[in-house]
C-alpha cells in the first residue's frame, strides 16, 4: 500500500475542517439550511482545500490512481500508523484515504449547491461519512490534547459563548 505523509499542520486544518463540515450539517437538521451553505462555503472553503489536498499529495488524474476509498483500519495497520506517528514522527494516510478525503470535499460542494430548501437524507449520510472517515482515519494521527482544541472548532449556529476555535486558526499558508 502506498502512504504519503503529511504535515502536522494539513492534519490539523483537515481534522478541524471536516469537524466543522460535520458539526454545521448537524446543526442545519434543525435550522436554516441556506444560511448552513454559505457558512461552508465561506468559512471552510472545501473546494480551496480540496485543491491544497491535491497538490500537496501530489495527486494524479484519478483514472491512474487508486480508487477513493477507506476501510475501518485493522489492527495491522493502526500498529503502522502509531509506529510512524510516534518512532518516525511522520503523520501517513493511503493514496486511497487521501482521494476519498479528496471526493469528500468535492461531494461536500456539490450537495450544498443543490436546489433544494432544506437537509436532506443525502445530507445526512455524507455527514457521517465525513464524521466517520474524519473519527477513524484523521484523529488517530494526532495527539489528544490536540484534538481536544481542534474538537472546538467554529461552526454555524453553535452556541453564543460557546468557547470555539476559528477555523482562520488553522488556515493555509
Known amino acids: 500500500m502506498n502512504y504519503i505523509q503529511l504535515q502536522e499542520n494539513q492534519l490539523e486544518l483537515l481534522y478541524a475542517s471536516l469537524r466543522s463540515i ?38 494524479s488524474d484519478p483514472a491512474n490512481n487508486a480508487t477513493p476509498w477507506f476501510e475501518r483500519n485493522s489492527i495491522g495497520t493502526k500498529i503502522v500508523k502509531q509506529y510512524n506517528r510516534i518512532i518516525n514522527r511522520k503523520l501517513i494516510l493511503s493514496i486511497g484515504e487521501v482521494w476519498f478525503c479528496y471526493k469528500l470535499l468535492l461531494n461536500t460542494v456539490d450537495i450544498i ?56 486558526n488553522f488556515r493555509r499558508t
Open 22 to 59: 460535520d458539526l454545521t450539517l448537524d446543526r442545519s437538521r434543525w435550522g436554516e439550511w441556506e444560511p448552513a451553505c454559505q457558512f461552508i462555503l465561506s468559512k471552510v472553503r472545501p473546494l480551496a482545500l480540496a485543491d491544497e489536498i491535491y497538490k500537496s499529495a501530489e495527486l
Open 113 to 168: 449547491n443543490r436546489p433544494v430548501s432544506e437537509f436532506s437524507t443525502e445530507a445526512e449520510r455524507h455527514r457521517i461519512t465525513v464524521s466517520t472517515f474524519n473519527e477513524e482515519i484523521i484523529a488517530p494521527l494526532l495527539n489528544n490534547s490536540l484534538l481536544t482544541r481542534l474538537s472546538k472548532v467554529e461552526h454555524f449556529d453553535s452556541a453564543p459563548g460557546a468557547d470555539t476555535v476559528p477555523l482562520s
